[in-house]
């Protein structure tokens, strides 16, 4: 089945500074790679998705890259705020009944 | 108007007992899950359902059972509680791939 690896597991930067959280994945079937955003005490959110037919979407100050060959994706979080600081999640799937293979999380921490 | 909803949002129970956690979804799609986060915030599919139907079953133990009455609700019973059962359940749906989460239950079992 699918394995995603996802680091850092926790990452701490400045207001204003950029953040970048990396994943790689094991099947090269899947074809569905989600970010979610989860605050505390609340579910996974949704914040950007992409298909592997991109390379590249952006968001406004969120954007994704996926390198299939290489297997792996990554978010960017440009001039970060505090609002900014939750756990965030990647994941991959879509081969079967959207069954998504989550990584293991990264707690970002944005300091004022 | 919660597009996704769980209930309760907290339940503390004993070891061995039976319990039950309710999910509800007012978006019309069609699949909806159950996915477990443990203490380290790892999240794990445990089921999924496709028009009512059991389409995914990730090796969950028998004493988890999930029931769907229709397709806007999938509910999970869980027997014999057990200690390692304690994390936070969450419910989701999903139409065209990306998942709507609900708020979490979070179950301790002492």
Known sequence: GENVEQHPSTLSVQEGDSAVIKCTYSDSASNYFPWYKQELGK?????????????????????????????????????????????????????????????????????? | DTAVSQTPKYLVTQMGNDKSIKCEQNLGHDTMYWYKQDSKKFLKIMFSYNNKELIINETVPNRFSPKSPDKAHLNLHINSLELGDSAVYFCASSQTGELFFGEGSRLTVL
């Open chain 1, 43 to 112: 579910g996974p959110q949704l914040i950007i998705d992409i298909r592997s037919n991109v390379g590249e979407k952006k968001d406004q100050r969120i954007a994704v890259t996926l390198n299939k060959t290489a297997k792996h994706f990554s978010l960017h979080i440009t001039e970060t705020q505090p609002e900014d600081s939750a756990v965030y999640f990647c994941a991959a799937g879509g081969t079967s009944y959207g069954k998504l293979t989550f990584g293991q999380g990264t707690i970002l921490t944005v300091h004022p």
